[in-house]
């Protein structure tokens, strides 16, 4: 059994037989080579992303003017309008990927929660630090509420959901409808959140885990907020959670961003959020991504399908 701060021993055996094959993956988010691994993930998402069955989801590219820039956005139609819709955000640890990256987690969104999805392509750092993708996300929510009948949304259903880097800013969008500051969201959904960019025992003890670990969750926060990371970069530093929307957080068991994720989680139920909580074991991060065919990541697509569907009941 680990135990808080002292490491677990070997993580591949504790994998499951199904990732093992992935023990030796890693992300490399240091300067040198940044460049490099993003054209790497590109070209293989984009490859995956051409072999995904969208049958049960129409899907559109658009390009959002949005005050002085533009975003572009993805739109995954899969149910009739006025349909529920989800604002959603890529993984990609703030400085990597685009629209591709998470295609087919949006399409599974989409066709499960008879819902539209909206994945933004947000700037990235270390080229745009903070808050310049919170900025995009925001632009996009408000862009989707204002613009519902044309697009064909329920402005009354709108949820937001994200993977990794991209939950954060999903659970950001949350707090900031909670704020008013934003248009208001029914729902969030967080999968492997990045929430804190404080100590964790799951950061001390995963420093050399697959799909992510700790080294590259340093260079993460470095990239997107620099030495002195502002307090409204990081969802779990806002004081008070009560009133936020009900929440499904998923994560994995062997991944430095466990504990935050379980941390978040409790916070929402302690401020009376409905909120529900899941945590894969023998899983790594990004395992949904790198063997999206296997019965655990089909698990977990119907779990968020699922949850989508009360959501907008």
Not at 103 to 118: L, N, P, W, Y
Not at 143 to 157: F, K, N, Q, R, Y
Not at 203 to 218: I, L, N
Request: glycine share 8%.
């Amino acid at each position: 059994m680990a135990i808080p701060g002292i490491p677990g021993g070997d993580v591949t055996a504790r994998l499951d037989p199904a990732l093992r094959h992935l023990s030796e993956i890693r992300t490399d988010l240091s300067p040198p080579v940044l460049g490099a691994v993003r054209d790497s993930l590109n070209q293989r998402r984009a490859e995956t992303a051409r072999s995904v069955d969208t049958v049960g989801a129409e899907v559109e590219q658009r390009e959002v003017p949005v005050e002085d820039r533009v975003v572009t956005v993805r739109i995954y139609r899969g149910g009739p309008p006025p349909s529920p819709v989800v604002i959603y955000c890529h993984s990609g640890a703030f400085v990597l990927g685009n629209l591709d990256t998470d295609h087919r987690q949006c399409v599974e969104f989409a066709r499960r929660g008879r819902c539209t999805v909206i994945s933004v392509d947000y700037r990235l750092a270390p080229e745009h630090p903070f808050p310049a993708a919170l900025d995009d996300a925001s632009a996009i929510l408000q862009w989707a509420v204002h613009s519902a009948v044309e697009l064909g949304i329920d402005p009354g259903a709108v949820a937001v959901a994200g993977s990794s880097a991209g939950a954060s800013l999903a659970a950001r969008l949350a707090q900031l409808a909670t704020a008013g500051q934003v248009p208001a969201v029914v729902f969030t959904l967080l999968h492997q959140p990045v929430l804190d960019d404080r100590p964790t025992p799951s950061k001390e003890e995963f420093t050399a885990t697959p799909g992510f670990d700790t080294e590259a969750v340093r260079w993460m926060w470095r990239h997107y907020a620099g030495e002195r990371v502002p307090a409204g970069a990081v969802p779990a530093r806002v004081g008070e959670l009560d009133g936020l929307p009900p929440t499904l957080i998923t994560c994995s068991e062997l991944d430095p961003l466990r504990d935050e994720a379980i941390d978040y989680a409790l916070r929402l139920m302690w401020a009376g959020v409905g909120t529900e909580l899941h945590v894969f074991s023998g899983t790594c991060h990004g395992f949904d991504s790198l063997v999206p065919e296997w019965e655990t990541s089909e698990q977990l697509f119907a779990m968020q399908g699922a949850a989508l569907r009360r959501a907008f009941l």
